[in-house]
């Protein structure tokens, strides 16, 4: 992507995840693989940069990868390529998520009989509601998260479900920020999270931004905090919530799950209702994403596992309702979880007031 | 350590860890840091250059490291180095696995009353003889796990408990040898075993190099393939045994055993009787090596993990004795585990022909 726009921060949100600019032909998005190290926005102009984007990580995290998709479809108008082909195309990056075969639709959907200027600006418009609607929701969903977990004083989260991985603010880490806020004293181990190490590289550096205190462990390493009684709560986020409350979220959840389970530990999962798939019966329905066996064999293009020794590497795995003891959305906390308590919550509808 | 002695690959054994050279002056030693990209040997010549090679990590594994500190001990006679140093010296190294103190221990008895030549030749020969029972042990071992695991196909393994981590043959590993000479068709599943990545970079170099079917996972998928069915049986090995069948092992072993538990997969534990600590009387009696926070922030010199953000980990971990199904030692098979079968095994003393 050769541009000449300056690199900057975005403007009243430290990191937030991406901004489409006034003229709707740039959106500037944060590279988030080069966190830790690196806070470096790139201007994307076209809606095949943005699959590109999704594909290789540069955004990535369930909402995120919703509102990315959404911005995606206004460069798509933006540039006049049919919205049909865009569509495809993003649907095609990442197919766990719910939200980006979800938004996709409901944009062509709101396109029918537009064209031109009016479109662009009908579509970025939604666009940037989705994007708000979706850092209210999270404010929501973790004042309710926080006043359930109440004053526990160390959360396990696996992978980044934070202010990186949604409209801004977070899910799980939505709910630490509004306990912290709440005068609570919770601290985060964040497990690293292979082999992206999603927890490591980003939990850690959005926490540490806000002051809240986190430590990283392997992943390996949770059992033995469990163990040790060191682990008061977990939360984390979700892909996608089939409508039985089974839950896809990133490799590791399920075993974190059982781990918990095992040492009498409440496993609360942090969502907005947008996640929840009530077309996906069962956690068997969702598609599970197969990544390259090359992410787990090298680091940083140094071969760690022998040539010619495969890896298996599924991107995300699914954790069985029965495991989890509540899921936080901004219309409530659903407890205990299941088809009825899932329906109850869809079948509300949004909160009175958006924001 | 400068050094004109030219790089070779051991006699007689493909990767053996190390050989103590015939003037009893020289340890070639594996430098197992490289693999799998590199098998290269460095010529150790002092209980220091041995010591620093241990806490390094160019050697690790129990039964090798009691190996390694044998070496050192016949380096530290033939430079004339105080034997109550050298042994200070190399218990401080690594402190989790039973072996290092207990060889160290028994070789300041034999030296007693030796000196010069005699000295020298008397510990090498010991320590000669122990690299080869550890050896002889394992395929002893090796060979009544294999009956005990029957025709399972799929076995998963944590961190390396191979011919790398033992004298040869392996221990956890030399039970999958001995399935596949006696015809099984056992495959491996691998845990990359973080931050080491002894899986990825050990277990998977030396299965492959053996013709054995081996796939690499992350740490965080066990779990997914256990609620899968993939998974039929779990081996490990051990750094040390508790008198009540309490097993500390490589962190993450604990996960794995809970997963086990829950997806009723036996868990089974290779080590030979010289892994039991009838001093200890439980695992929490077992020193947990604390490492250091860097080796989990960073990758090959690269921060993985935000500047100000700390990490923990604990080396080890302690899986207690109700979630073994069974241990496979070199007298037999200890089954149920606990402070009865293990005061039996122990017992009886070592099996009749040596070799």
């Known amino acids: 992507m050769s541009d000449t726009l300056p690199e900057r921060t975005l403007s009243g949100a430290a990191y937030s995840i991406a901004e489409l600019l006034e003229g709707n032909d740039v959106v500037l998005m944060l590279d988030q693989l ?17 699959a590109d984007a999704i594909r290789s990580m540069v955004v990535r995290g369930a909402p995120a990868l919703g509102i990315a998709a959404a911005y995606g479809m206004v460069l798509a108008a933006r540039t006049g390529m049919p919205l049909d082909q865009a569509a495809a195309l993003l649907k095609a990056t990442r197919p766990t998520a719910v939200h980006v075969a979800s938004v996709v639709d409901q944009m062509g959907s709101i396109a029918a009989g537009l064209s031109g200027e009016q479109l662009v600006r009908r579509l970025a418009a939604w666009a940037r509601q989705l994007h708000q609607q979706d850092v209210a929701n999270n404010r929501r969903l973790g004042k309710f998260g926080a006043e359930r977990l109440g004053s526990v004083r160390v959360v396990l989260t696996h992978c980044n479900a934070g202010a990186l991985a949604t409209g801004g603010y977070g899910s799980a880490l939505g709910v630490i920020r509004a ?19 999603q927890g490591a590289r980003l939990t850690a550096w959005e926490l540490a931004k806000d002051g809240i205190p986190v430590e990283v462990i392997t992943d390996n390493s949770a059992g033995w905090f469990f163990s040790r009684g060191e682990i008061d709560a977990v939360v984390v986020g979700a892909d996608r919530i089939a409508a039985n409350g089974d839950v896809a979220n990133k490799i590791g959840t399920y075993s974190v799950a059982c781990l918990a389970r095992m040492h009498e530990v409440p496993f609360f999962v942090a969502a907005a209702c947008d996640t929840i798939d009530m077309a996906c019966a069962s956690g068997e329905h969702v598609p599970i994403e197969q990544r390259a066996a090359r992410e787990v064999t090298h680091i940083a293009d140094c071969r760690m596992v022998p040539d010619g020794v495969q890896a298996r590497y599924a991107g995300f795995d699914v954790t069985p309702a029965r495991l989890v003891t509540a899921i936080f959305t901004e219309r409530g906390v659903v407890e205990p979880v299941g088809p009825e308590t899932i329906r109850r919550v869809v079948a509300a509808g949004p909160p009175p007031v958006a924001r």
């Open 34 to 50: 080069r966190l830790p190290n690196e806070e470096r926005y790139i201007p994307l102009r076209t809606c095949q940069q943005m």
């Open 179 to 197: 306990a912290r806020e709440a005068g609570g004293e919770v601290r985060v181990l964040a497990d690293e999270t292979r082999p992206y190490l």
